[in-house]
T-cell receptor, first 119, second 112 residues
Framework: GAVVSQHPSWVICKSGTSVKIECRSL??????MFWYRQFPKQSLMLMAT?????????EQGVEKDKFLINHASLTLSTLTVTSAHPEDSSFYIC???????????????FGPGTRLTVL | QQQVKQSPQSLIVQKGGISIINCAYE??????FPWYQQFPGKGPALLIA?????SEKKEGRFTISFNKSAKQFSLHIMDSQPGDSATYFC???????????FGKGTLLTVNP
C-alpha cells in the first residue's frame, strides 16, 4: 500500500517548451502533496505544497508562474514547468500524505521522481 | 540558514559493521524526525521515524537515537550489508505544517 507514481519517469524537451509532470497516489487519497527538486548529489529542496481544491503554497524563491501546480483531485497533482530552460533540468519528486491518516501520522510517501532534461 | 545539519557527507563501512549517521537541528518546534533512504535515480523511501517524546526507536537493523536536549538524532544501521549502499537523508518537520526540511545527505558505501 501507500504507492505514489509519477509520469513521465524522464523527459527531454527543447528550451522554451512546457512540460507537465503528474503525481498520483494509487491506493490512498491525498489532500496534500509536496513537490521537491533535487539536483545531482544534492538534497531535496521543497518547491511547493499542493492542496486539493485550493492554490498551491510556494516556497520562497520559487517562481509560481514558472512552476504551475494543480491539485484537481484527491489522487492527482500536476507540476507544469513553463518555458523550460536548461537550468530547470533536475530531478523532480513529489510526495503525498494519506488523507485518512492525516491526524495520526506525518508519513509522507514519495514518488519515484521525474528526470527533466532541457536542451 | 541550514536548519538540519547532517554528517558525515560520506561513509564507508565493511559488511557486518555498524553505520552511524548524525543530524542536528536548530528549530525546537520540530516534532517529527524521519530518515529516508534513496537509491540513484529513485525517490526517497521512509526507513524509520521518531518523535521527541521517545529517546530511541528500533525497527529491524535500523535504530534512531534521539537527544532532545542536544537537539541531535542519529541513525544506526546494524550488520550493514552491501545492499544498504545508498544515500541517507535525515529530515524534520513541525506540527500540522508537515513540510519536511532535509539534511544534505550521507552517501553510504558498504564494502563486501
Amino acid at each position: 500500500g501507500a504507492v505514489v507514481s509519477q509520469h513521465p519517469s524522464w523527459v527531454i524537451c527543447k528550451s522554451g517548451t512546457s512540460v507537465k509532470i503528474e503525481c498520483r497516489s494509487l491506493d490512498f487519497q491525498a489532500t496534500t502533496m509536496f513537490w521537491y527538486r533535487q539536483f545531482p548529489k544534492q538534497s531535496l529542496m521543497l518547491m511547493a505544497t499542493s492542496n486539493e481544491g485550493s492554490k498551491a503554497t510556494y516556497e520562497q524563491g520559487v517562481e509560481k508562474d514558472k512552476f504551475l501546480i494543480n491539485h484537481a483531485s484527491l489522487t492527482l497533482s500536476t507540476l507544469t514547468v513553463t518555458s523550460a530552460h536548461p537550468e530547470d533540468s533536475s530531478f523532480y519528486i513529489c510526495s503525498a500524505r494519506d488523507h485518512l491518516l492525516a491526524g495520526r501520522t506525518d508519513t509522507q510517501y514519495f514518488g519515484p521522481g521525474t528526470r527533466l532534461t532541457v536542451l | 540558514q541550514q536548519q538540519v545539519k547532517q554528517s558525515p557527507q560520506s561513509l564507508i563501512v565493511q559488511k557486518g559493521g555498524i553505520s552511524i549517521i548524525n543530524c542536528a537541528y536548530e528549530n525546537t518546534a520540530f516534532d517529527y524526525f524521519p530518515w529516508y533512504q534513496q537509491f540513484p535515480g529513485k525517490g526517497p523511501a521512509l526507513l524509520i521515524a521518531i518523535r521527541p517524546d521517545v529517546s530511541e526507536k528500533k525497527e529491524g537493523r535500523f535504530t534512531i537515537s534521539f537527544n532532545k536536549s542536544a537537539k541531535q538524532f542519529s541513525l544506526h544501521i546494524m550488520d550493514s550489508q552491501p545492499g544498504d549502499s545508498a544515500t541517507y537523508f535525515c529530515a524534520a518537520s513541525k506540527g500540522s505544517n508537515y513540510k519536511l526540511t532535509f539534511g544534505k545527505g550521507t552517501l553510504l558505501t558498504v564494502n563486501p
